[in-house]
């Protein structure tokens, strides 16, 4: 059985960091891309980064570039996504996300999901 756990939430002020990591079980991590995307309220579940398998490779949403960064370590099966001079419309549930690595890294299909985790960002 597949699970993802994300974990680091919380609130925090405006301009202040968060690290959040999504610790994956029943998979062969290193197999599978790994995503982030989060949820606002009231709003549809948005693309916010990617990670490849390997790590080498990332993407990230234009909202979140240059503040965010997603790397990952396989060999502890997380991956973790730091996040920099939050802005209130950060506000979200934070999802990780996981597929097999085959398809491209921008596609927005994920096959495994987690719970979410609430970041709250105060301004």
């Known amino acids: 059985q597949v699970q993802l756990v994300e974990s680091g939430g919380g609130l925090v002020q405006a301009g202040g960091s968060l690290r959040l990591s999504c610790a994956a079980s029943?998979?062969?991590?290193?197999?599978?891309?790994a995503g982030w995307f989060r949820q606002a309220p009231g709003k549809g579940r948005e693309f916010v980064a990617a990670?490849?398998?390997?790590?080498?490779?990332?993407d990230y949403a234009d909202s979140v570039k240059g503040r965010f960064t997603t790397s990952r370590d396989n060999a502890k099966n997380t991956v973790y996504l730091e996040m920099n001079s939050l802005k209130p419309e950060d506000t979200a549930v934070y999802y990780c996300?996981?597929?097999?690595?085959?398809?491209?890294?921008?596609?927005?299909?994920?096959?495994?999901w987690g719970q979410g985790t609430q970041v709250t960002v105060s301004s």
């Open positions: 029943g998979l062969t991590f290193s197999t599978h891309t």
């Open positions: 990670i490849s398998r390997t790590g080498i490779n990332t």
């Open positions: 996300a996981a597929r097999p690595y085959r398809a491209a890294l921008n596609s927005r299909v994920y096959d495994f």
